[in-house]
């Protein structure tokens, strides 16, 4: 059985045995893919950094066909964003976005998600700390872009008429998108204005928009979109991530 060579990152790790560790990796030419990486647990220094959550490079693996689990050969550690470990807000924004993966993610390659997901990573442990917050929000709507979902902002998602420029209407959440202001009559989702709605769009190009408040909303928004259309229930990560941003101000809408 020949090995198999592709880029991956670390997403999580656990003791496995005396001296094993289970490896989960989010690779780009197989998807998720688990292993047991043999007689690491006692690797102290290097070795042991470079098998840390999180880490990028390549993984070389003996894929068994039909099986879950495979066994590692070796990981080439290329980046080991130690950064994110050291940094409560950091480091749960990035265990956000591989509980994410992790839920939704199976064995076959999404080459679009794992960019988004590395792209994100680098992000989350290089940006200054006044748009961390914003990052950790454009992130996690990135990962869910790159699967395939994304919120319908621009057309009413009952009546299909273009939102007007300053029209505040409600986000439907079982719909996947914005409503109108009068298809919003009644409606119990969240009031969703001119400011957040473009603030949305930048977050899902990827872009923290200038002056951006209302960090915890946003996350309610995204959290309840994963949830109803991407991974069927709550992140646990999501919640603690929530905990961490500053708590907005006492009002009912975002922008
Ligand atoms: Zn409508």
Redesign the pocket.
Known sequence: MAPVTTRAVLLRAHDYGDSSRILRFYTRDHGLVSVVARGVRGRSGKGRATLATFASGDLTVYMKAHRDLHTMKDFACAMTREGLAGHMLRFSAASAAAELVLSHAEADPQPGVFDTLEFGLDALRTVEDEVLAGTALAVLWTITESFGFAPQLEG?V??S?PLEGDEVGRFDFSAGGM??A??SEGAAGPRVGPVARSQLEALLSGHVPQGLTHTRRHLGLVSDFIAYHVVNRPLKSLRFLGSMLPSDDVEASVG
Do not use: A, G, L, S
């Open positions: 009413c009952r009546c008429e409503r109108c009068q298809c």
